[in-house]
């Protein structure tokens, strides 16, 4: 199984544009759409980024999603404080039949 | 509003077993698949399983490292999922969440959570 991969950390200072990658496989990120998680400190994730690009309703547009290939990225633009969380990258595994998170990437503004 | 609650978390010996309870509301509930996604303390977001809606005939999926030992089922007329853990283990010490997905929902799993419930397994 080819759990999609993400940086264990990202940071950044306030104002800055940030990017999370998310590397997966054929399988999942390949051959399905791509979601994004945000999960704050002690609360339930929420859901940030479907379909690869789309933000539900309420998600800032300094929230950004791509995908090429078997890779997907998170971007964060005007990163503010606020924006400290662990996010996940994840998609359907078609081979598998389950549904693969990323490995998660923790976030810190500086 | 869509609303799940889960319950039936606690403290388990390992090996024993656990019923979680998922009550929904708010949604179509009876055309929704239920995802049942796991954290254990300080780690990732882990998939554990879902079960289809009637239109799906109920079908059921698992990760590897639950199948055989974990049953999802449902209650439609209770608007009730259920996850059926037996032969615990330590490592599935975790908070347990219920999502929901399809039918009328957005397109994704993960649009809606419940607050978690936390299984603790230990001797």
């Known amino acids: 199984q080819s759990v999609p991969t993400q940086p264990p950390s990202a940071s950044g200072t306030p104002g800055q544009r940030l990017t999370i990658s998310c590397s997966g496989s054929s399988a999942n990120i390949g051959s399905r759409v791509v979601h994004w998680y945000q999960q704050l400190p002690g609360t339930a994730p929420k859901l940030l980024i479907y379909?690869?690009?789309q933000r539900p309703s309420g998600v800032p547009d300094r929230f950004s999603g791509s995908k090429s290939g078997t890779s997907a990225s998170l971007a964060i633009s005007g990163l503010q404080s606020e924006d400290e969380a662990d996010y996940y990258c994840a998609a359907w595994d078609g081979s598998l039949n389950g549904y693969d998170f990323g490995t998660g990437t923790k976030v810190t503004v500086l | 509003e869509v609303q799940l609650v889960e319950s039936g978390g606690g403290l388990v010996q390992p090996g024993g077993s656990l019923k979680l309870s998922c009550a929904a509301s708010g949604f179509t509930f009876s055309g929704s698949h239920m995802h049942w996604v796991r954290q254990a303390s300080g780690k990732g977001l882990e998939w554990v399983g879902r079960i289809g809606s009637k239109a799906d005939d109920y079908a059921l999926a698992y990760d590897a490292s639950v199948k055989g030992r974990f049953t999802i089922s449902r209650d439609d007329s209770k608007n009730t999922a259920y996850l059926q853990m037996n032969t615990l283990r330590t490592e599935d010490t975790a908070v347990y969440y219920c999502?929901?997905?399809?039918?009328?929902?957005?397109?994704?799993?993960?649009?809606?959570w419940g607050q978690g419930t936390l299984v603790t397994v230990s001797s």
């Open positions: 379909n690869n690009n």
């Open positions: 999502t929901p997905w399809g039918g009328t929902l957005p397109p994704a799993v993960g649009y809606y």
